[in-house]
């Protein structure tokens, strides 16, 4: 699977939109970009997925570029609980041994 | 339903013992998975199994052994325990090999 590139650390306040952005520019045409988050002391929990069309749903906002060498992660009203490392992976679904995670962006929301 | 069940929490181990990391799932899912996260790290992928019967070996198999006689249950057990091993251990599992559901994680110390 193609690698992402994220930022180590990101900063944000409660209650404003927060944006994650993963770099993929040897993305394949078969790779879906997905987005996992991991809450601390837990295990990573599925957040959003998209192929090339910009996708929604209760959680987050998943923006891919129009190239799809990049998306970004957009949590439209961050709390205090969505304090967690992101990870954004690529995977085409060819291999039974599923998904690769990096180190994430450690996301710091400040009350 | 519970999900993904993994026993126990924590665990202290004294160098060259052995134990099994137990994971249960009720949701019917061919894939399972087992991960390692070291500190400030990635999760890696240990052993991944696409049925009962089959297992494979991920990245960082050495040290290691899994079995999958049930849909259900996919035990990873350590042999001779070395501090090397010493992590927060994950299992998952999926409908297909994208979207996970994780276990809360067995945080292990070998000392």
């Known amino acids: 699977d193609a690698k992402t590139t994220q930022p180590n650390s990101m900063e944000s306040n409660e209650e404003e939109p927060v944006h994650l952005p993963c770099n993929h520019s040897t993305i394949s045409g078969t790779d879906y970009i997905h987005w996992y988050r991991q809450l601390p002391s837990q295990g990573p929990e599925y957040v959003i997925h998209?192929?090339?069309s910009n996708v929604n749903n209760r959680m987050a906002s998943l923006a891919i570029a129009e190239d799809r060498k990049s998306s970004t992660l957009i949590l439209h009203r961050a709390t205090l609980r969505d304090a967690a490392v992101y990870y954004c992976?690529?995977?085409?679904?060819?291999?039974?041994?599923?998904?690769?995670f990096g180190k994430g962006t450690h996301l710091i929301i400040q009350p | 339903n519970a999900g993904v069940t993994q026993t126990p929490k924590f665990r202290i181990l004294k160098i060259g013992q052995s134990m099994t990391l137990q994971c249960a799932q009720d949701m019917n899912h061919n894939y399972m998975y087992w991960y390692r996260q070291d500190p400030g790290m990635g999760l890696k992928l240990i052993y991944y199994s696409v049925g009962a019967g089959i297992t494979d070996k991920g990245e960082v198999p050495n040290g290691y052994n899994v079995s999958r006689s049930t849909t259900e249950d996919f035990p990873l057990r350590l042999e001779l325990a070395a501090p090397s091993q010493t992590s927060v251990y994950f299992c998952a599992s999926s409908y297909n090999p994208r979207g996970y559901t994780f276990g809360s994680g067995t945080r292990l110390t070998v000392v």
């Open positions: 992976i690529l995977y085409s679904g060819g291999g039974a041994d599923g998904l690769t």
């Open positions: 998209g192929l090339t």
